[in-house]
C-alpha cells in the first residue's frame, strides 16, 4: 500500500509551499537576530551591574533558542511523519 499526500489535489499546492517556505525563513532570521541582540544586552547589562535587564534578555536568549529549535523539529517531525506514513 503506497500511502502519500497528495500535495498537488490542492490548487496552488506550489504558491502555498513557497509561502511555507518564507514564513519558516522569517522565523528562523529572526529567531537568530533576537538571539544576538538578546546576548548583546545580556553581556552589556551584566557588565555594568543591572540584573534585571539581565535576566530579561537571559530570557530572551532562551525564547529565541526555543523558537528557533521548534521552527527546525516542525519541519523534521513533519518528513517523519510523511515518511512513517508510507510504511503504515
Do not use: K
Not at 548583546?40 to 551591574?49: D, F, K, L, R
Not at 535576566?55 to 516542525?74: N, P, S
Request: aromatic fraction near 10%; include cysteine.
Amino acid at each position: 500500500m503506497d500511502v502519500f499526500p497528495d500535495f498537488g489535489g490542492v490548487g496552488a499546492a506550489a504558491e502555498l509551499r513557497s509561502i511555507v517556505g518564507a514564513l519558516l525563513m522569517f522565523v528562523l532570521v529572526t529567531a537568530v537576530l533576537m538571539l544576538i541582540v538578546c546576548a548583546i544586552v545580556w553581556a552589556v547589562a551584566s557588565a555594568h551591574g543591572n540584573y534585571h535587564a539581565a535576566t530579561r534578555a537571559r530570557t530572551g536568549l532562551w525564547v529565541a533558542v526555543g523558537a528557533a529549535a521548534l521552527a527546525g523539529a516542525g519541519v523534521a517531525w513533519l518528513n517523519f511523519l510523511l515518511d512513517v506514513g508510507t510504511r503504515l
